[in-house]
């Protein structure tokens, strides 16, 4: 191991201050590399499938907005051929051909509105399943990149601003743009004189767009970053909810949702306010253009120049550019929202685990050995948690690992079944360095059953056959009478098919611990761990899960990480871990003999002391 790397060894992960800077830092660096082409490759990918609804909402855009600028022309024929001169029949003809071009146009829309849906629908989900598609392969030191809340934020609000987003860009990027250069075309057919009035107020408007636009984008890609905040307020307080109550702590989480929605709510007024500078602007341009064709017209009218119903058909016009204008206005808001949760999307689609398969990967652990072989391991760019582990576990063996929190017990057995990889030296199964195994092999073979227990929505066999899918009943009832779980199990009245609420809500800590050793033997793994999974547990069950452990499953290697010397003495050897270090590894007796820190802790449990170091916790 390097020099610079043999510094004082920190707790098992860094300090949350440490962590949250060695998140922002990256995450900066991530969201300022994402480039525009990485964006479009991207979100293009998953809209491959809808290729054909996105070329074909643009075309009945474009259909319709021509049936709309004909209305208007057809308009002045009916004012100067038919009202005018009194010409009935001129009226009822035109009048049939103006019904025929609007049911067109109202075709026309509604099929681009159904593709349009079809089309950003699809691509939503397609962008939801990708990201949670690649979640499932992230390496634990990827998701620590990422809260949970932010993740939440980006399979919903992002992807939901993108699905509007790209919906609007359908149907109104065509149309919009599409609707301005028909109704100018026209326009000059009509009147070139006045058609240029138009063209200044495109130009006028569209320079502001652009100024207001350039403004309001910064504002909204720190939104979003903000609804993290926001989302993970929530997160906690409802899962916590009932030691919120408990220490009546109501007002302080309220208070916090406060600031943080607060924070939301800053930042979208600032962006609201220049954004709405869009509608008096419009609407003076409007008048303007109202005023003045109006104006020239009537002269142009009086010299003989232009008819009244082409009048009103240049007034139309000049209505739909203008109302065009501000489509295009509102689009580009929207861009501007999604452009920031597009960056947040790629992000997450394009992240790549850190622990990957090797190209030919072995496919077999012959047995449960574990080797570490002068280990180093950090998390990220941290200080090392683990210090130059050596040991030799043989196939079989019980290994107990005992030390004081922070003292990387569990950064230490989250190697085996390669949840993290090391920064140096290296980890052996079955004689084979992890890293050159298929991962879905290794981990099919090293069952975990961690501190914090999940249990799902579903029956409880539903919940144990997460260790095996397809184990018949006999064999789940066979790993809960190990696990001492069929005590209570038989005492529900719906036993083995009884529903668990999620998150294990309706059984106790203990039951929920059980369950969780059960599913794990359901895999018939080599190698088993067992971290703190006991705590709940009282030491007569602790014992009685023990013993069966010992009589059941005797080629299995387990490794139970404990608080308590009870649950590790009668281990075959024992793990003492000291800030990262091995203190030592031998059996009871030995470490009893020889072992200052072992001992120490035997002897003030013994005379009361529950807890291996008088503040407890979790590893």
Not at 208 to 230: A, G, N, P, Q, W
Not at 270 to 295: D, G, H, K
Not at 498 to 522: D, H, P, Y
Request: charged content about 20%; proline content about 2%.
């Amino acid at each position: 191991m390097p020099d610079s790397s043999k510094k004082v060894v920190c707790a098992a992960e860094p300090a949350a201050a440490d962590r949250f800077a060695i998140y922002e830092v990256y995450m900066e660096k991530s969201y300022n590399s994402i480039t525009a082409k990485e964006i479009l490759t991207t979100i293009g990918g998953q809209v491959k499938e809808f290729t054909k609804d996105s070329i074909m909402t643009p075309f009945y855009m474009f259909i319709e907005v021509i049936m709309e600028m004909i209305i208007p022309y057809l308009m002045a024929s009916i004012i100067d051929k038919g009202v005018t001169a009194g010409n009935i029949s001129h009226i009822y003809k035109v009048g049939m051909i103006m019904v025929v071009v609007a049911l067109f146009g109202l075709f026309a829309g509604l099929m681009g509105a159904h593709t349009a849906a079809r089309a950003s629908a699809g691509l939503a989900r397609n962008l939801r399943s990708a990201m949670f598609r690649n979640i499932q392969n992230y390496s634990f030191s990827n998701i620590d990149r990422y809260s949970t809340a932010g993740l939440v934020t980006r399979l919903t609000t992002d992807v939901t601003n993108l699905q509007n987003a790209y919906q609007m860009l359908l149907r109104m990027f065509m149309r919009a743009p599409s609707s301005i250069i028909v109704a100018i075309t026209m326009a000059f057919i009509i009147s070139p004189g006045l058609a240029s009035v138009y063209v200044g107020a495109v130009l006028f408007l569209g320079l502001f767009i652009i100024l207001v636009m350039s403004r309001v984008t910064k504002y909204f890609k720190e939104v979003f970053e903000k609804y993290d905040d926001l989302n993970s307020s929530v997160q906690e307080n409802v899962s916590a909810i009932r030691v919120v109550k408990a220490f009546v702590r109501e007002e302080y989480e309220q208070e916090r949702f406060k600031k943080a929605s607060e924070n939301i709510y800053k930042l979208f007024v600032r962006a609201e306010s220049t954004v709405v500078l869009n509608m008096p602007v419009m609407q003076f341009t409007v008048y303007a253009c109202i005023l003045l064709i109006s104006w020239f017209g009537a002269h142009m009218i009086t010299a003989g120049d232009l008819t009244t119903g082409q009048l009103m058909s240049l007034l139309a016009y000049c209505m739909n550019i203008l109302m065009n204008l501000m489509m295009l206005s509102m689009i580009f808001v929207m861009v501007s929202m999604s452009t920031a949760s597009a960056q947040r999307i790629t992000e997450v689609i394009n992240e790549e685990s850190d622990i990957k398969n090797p190209e030919d990967p072995v496919m077999d652990v012959k047995d449960g050995s574990v080797q570490f072989d002068h280990v180093w391991f950090a998390y990220g760019n941290g200080d090392p948690v683990l210090s130059d582990v050596t040991l030799d576990i043989k196939a079989g063996e019980t290994i107990g690992v005992i030390g004081g929190t922070g003292s990387s017990k569990s950064s230490l057995v989250n190697l085996i079944s390669r949840l993290y990889d090391v920064r140096d030296g290296r980890v052996l199964v079955g004689g084979i360095d992890v890293r050159q195994y298929d991962i879905t092999a290794l981990r099919d073979q090293v069952a975990v059953v961690l501190q914090k227990n999940e249990l799902f929505s579903g029956t409880i066999l539903d919940n144990l056959r997460w260790g095996n899918e397809n184990a018949t009943e006999e064999e789940c009832r066979k790993a809960c009478e190990i696990a001492c779980a069929d005590e209570f199990i038989e005492r529900m009245p719906e036993k083995y098919n009884t529903f668990i609420e999620q998150g294990g809500a309706n059984v106790s800590g203990g039951q929920k611990q059980r369950l969780c050793i059960a599913r794990a033997l359901l895999k018939k793994p080599k190698i088993l761990i067992l971290d703190d999974s006991t705590s709940a547990v009282d030491t007569a069950t602790d014992a009685k899960i023990r013993e069966g452990f010992s009589k059941e499953i005797p080629g299995m290697t387990r490794f139970i990480i404990a608080q308590r010397i009870s649950s590790v003495q009668h281990a075959d050897r024992i793990i003492v871990m000291d800030n990262g270090r091995i203190s030592g590894f031998d059996t009871h007796e030995k470490l009893l003999a020889g072992n200052e820190i072992y001992r120490d802790v035997y002897e003030s449990q013994t005379k009361g002391n529950g807890d291996f170091d008088e503040k407890g916790g979790e590893d």
